[in-house]
């Protein structure tokens, strides 16, 4: 069993396998099941338990490939409370529409304030030139 980047899933007791031919099934306490295709329910089969874990925050050190890790490279323990969801994908952690908003704000921002100095230099060198003549 491989995430969508080619990462193994790894299983309470090492990585899963999933024969070829089969409908996958994945419970919400990580449990994955496979039904040989063109065969009933009733032959479903179990062929491992996905590890679910919820390390500390503070035990967590992000990676240069973007993956998190333990500190220490020790495996985090599973933890019952952890569940699955189906058909969900994670979603950002930021608004768009107000990521959006602030970033035309700012680089509105930008354009006065750059216009406020050009306007300070050309005053500048305006009364330089007045000081000069005289």
Do not use: C, W, Y
């Amino acid at each position: 069993l491989q995430t969508r980047s080619r990462l193994q899933v790894v299983g309470e007791s090492g990585p899963i396998s999933i024969p070829p031919s089969t409908q996958v099934s994945i419970g919400a306490d990580g449990t994955v099941s496979v039904i040989p295709n063109g065969q009933t329910p009733s032959q479903m089969t179990q062929l491992g338990r996905i590890k679910l874990v919820n390390p500390p925050e503070s035990q967590l050190v992000h990676g240069d490939d973007g993956l998190f890790r333990v500190k220490g490279g020790k495996p985090a323990l599973p933890d019952s409370k952890v569940v699955l969801v189906q058909g969900s994908i994670e979603g950002s952690n930021v608004n768009m529409v107000s990521a959006m908003v602030d970033m035309v704000s700012m680089a509105r921002q930008f354009d006065m304030q750059m216009n406020v100095l050009k306007t300070a230099s050309t005053d500048a060198q305006q009364a330089s030139q007045v000081l000069n003549v005289t």
